[in-house]
């Protein structure tokens, strides 16, 4: 199993980035896909998440309104639009599989098996 994340970059505040995770090895339609961040000396924190058929999708307050999250089963590939990006969104983003979850750990990284390299964000002027 693979998880490719990739778009990261350098983006002023205000800008856009829109972020690709490419799945292999599994069988996409029956997996949910999470996005998480981790900034330097912080948690990894769940920010996003699409559900493999019904439910969602869900996303934290401090990105709720900014980004969105889609998948397209024909590609095994889900994406996260950020806009209006802030400083404070500066962080190394994954994405993560999961097949079967308790709500409660949909923003945790218990609830996800299989997790791909990492992409960084700098938001910066």
């Known amino acids: 199993v693979q998880l490719q994340a990739s778009g990261g970059g350098l983006v002023q505040p205000g800008g856009s980035l829109r972020l690709s995770c490419a799945v292999t090895?599994?069988?996409?339609?029956?997996?949910?896909v999470g996005w998480f961040r981790q900034a330097p000396g912080k948690e990894r924190e769940g920010i996003s998440r699409?559900?493999?058929?019904?439910?969602?999708?869900y996303y934290a307050d401090s990105v709720k309104g900014r980004f969105t999250v889609s998948r397209d089963n024909t590609k095994n590939t889900v994406y996260l639009q950020m806009n209006t990006l802030k400083p404070e969104d500066t962080a190394v983003y994954y994405c993560?599989?999961?097949?079967?979850?308790?709500?409660?750990?949909?923003?945790?990284?218990?609830?996800?098996?299989?997790w791909g390299q990492g992409t960084l964000v700098t938001v910066s002027s």
């Open positions: 993560a599989a999961s097949r079967y979850s308790l709500e409660q750990l949909y923003f945790s990284p218990d609830g996800y098996a299989y």
């Open positions: 090895g599994l069988s996409f339609g029956d997996y949910a």
């Open positions: 699409i559900s493999a058929r019904d439910g969602g999708p």
